[in-house]
């Protein structure tokens, strides 16, 4: 069975050889078709045993299954494939469409690729595209002259303890007025690790368009602007302040959180120059510093990772 293997960045491209071996020693046949440094395109047989390779070598992080392999890179092809993994592999359950954009000459982004195969999926009725989805996938990478349409599911998933998704989406961040592009770009990439919706408030303009930019980004699912007072806090729960110069700590956060574990909370924070406004601040249920008392505040991504480290373990039911 034809498989694209994905491995861990520290491997720096020496986890194929070590697969290769452990596979051979155990009398199962594998060749390298292809080998890209970070990934490699396999042959496996018996396929059956392609899970076992995460027992034998911790270098790789992922393996999707090869559907198709077609010279045809057209998006019409390519969406005209995911569509039979999706009735075949996943008729009617949710997916996460996963687009690798290895050729960057390809005239359309991940973002658009992957947006217009999840529309043409839903309208088919084939299978429900869900971004949060991430047990079963389809895998579609563009090479040049070449795109592999792939699959992946819970059977065949490097099973890493992590927080399950769905927790981080009970958090929404606020930030007022935040202002440098780098302010921004932290707060968005930190929002597209970790999956938490992040709401700028008043930002200036001129810098996130800076961002998306150099992100190359047309849009951002999780990043929303708003410039009205009321619709920034639409849906939340509990807001709590971040401020330096509030007089409860983490001890009472905690409190909070353990109390309300299925709410949706929001951490509300200044920006780099400024502590969080009084318009907010009015808005806010609580007051929270973090860490010890000091004349020199947390950057505003800095003070949100922090929180987000205490307050997903809590929400996940693990502390």
């Not at 990934?39 to 299954?65: F, N, W």
Request: charged share 25%; hydrophobic share 40%.
């Amino acid at each position: 069975m034809l498989a694209i293997l994905f491995f861990e960045p520290y491997s720096r491209g020496r986890c194929l050889q070590r697969v290769l071996e452990v596979l051979s020693s155990r009398g199962i046949r594998v060749r390298a078709l292809k080998d890209w440094g970070l990934r490699a395109l396999v042959d496996v047989d018996p396929a059956d045993m392609l899970p076992r390779i995460y027992d034998y070598t911790d270098c790789v992080s992922r393996i999707a299954i090869v559907y198709s392999i077609t010279n045809d890179r057209s998006i019409e092809k390519i969406t005209e494939l995911a569509i039979n993994v999706a009735k075949s592999v996943f008729p009617g359950r949710r997916v996460f469409i996963d687009v690798r954009r290895w050729d960057k000459t390809y005239p359309m982004n991940s973002i658009d690729i992957a947006r217009i195969v999840a529309r043409t999926i839903a309208e088919k009725g084939v299978a429900i595209p869900d971004p949060h989805e991430r047990e079963n996938s389809i895998i579609i990478c563009i090479d040049r002259d070449i795109a592999y349409i792939a699959y992946t599911h819970s059977t065949i998933r490097k099973h890493k303890k992590c927080i399950p998704s769905s927790i981080a989406r009970h958090i929404i961040a606020i930030v007022d007025r935040p202002r440098t592009q780098y302010e921004i770009m932290d707060l968005i990439q930190l929002s597209r690790a970790i999956g938490f919706e992040l709401r700028l408030y008043r930002p200036n303009k001129n810098e996130l368009d800076r961002v998306l930019k150099i992100l190359a980004v047309n849009s951002l699912p999780n990043v929303k602007v708003f410039n009205d007072l009321e619709e920034v806090f639409n849906g939340v729960d509990i807001a709590i302040a971040l401020s330096p110069y509030a007089r409860e700590n983490e001890s009472k956060l905690v409190e909070i959180l353990r109390s309300n574990r299925n709410s949706i909370i929001s951490f509300v924070l200044g920006n780099e120059y400024e502590d969080v406004s009084e318009e907010l601040r009015a808005r806010c249920s609580y007051t929270i510093r973090l860490g010890p008392a000091s004349d020199m505040p947390m950057r505003t991504s800095t003070a949100l990772a922090y929180v987000l480290g205490l307050a997903l373990p809590i929400l996940a039911g693990y502390v």
